[in-house]
């Protein structure tokens, strides 16, 4: 099966059949194709990682959090200091 799967990325690489075409939602190109996921392992792959929904909603959290870290007076911290003061206020809040 991960002989199979390699050689379905070097197709889909090189754009060989069944591998061509496509449309701009990529999951629906993805599950239109007419493989069988048993014979083209890379098709289920594709689905599942496209079936993926990415969000941000833990990130802007902490974000929101650290207002008090990150004031008018302190606009001018380096990143690492920004990492640091992250790190220290996500550890004495937990």
Do not use: C
């Not at 889909?12 to 496509?22: D, L, N, R, T």
């Not at 929101?64 to 870290?69: H, R």
């Not at 911290?77 to 004495?92: C, D, F, I, R």
Request: charged share 20%; aromatic share 10%; hydrophobic share 45%.
């Amino acid at each position: 099966m991960a002989t199979k799967l390699a050689a379905d990325v070097k197709a889909y690489f090189h754009a060989q059949a069944p591998f061509q075409g496509g449309k701009g939602d990529g999951r629906d190109w993805w599950k239109s194709l007419l493989v069988n996921v048993t014979s083209d392992p890379l098709k289920a792959m594709a689905v599942k990682l496209f079936s993926i929904v990415p969000h941000a909603a833990e990130v802007e959290q902490f974000f929101s959090n650290l207002g008090g870290v990150q004031s008018v007076k302190r606009l001018r911290l380096m990143v690492s200091h920004m990492e640091t003061l992250g790190m220290l206020w996500n550890h004495y809040t937990h």
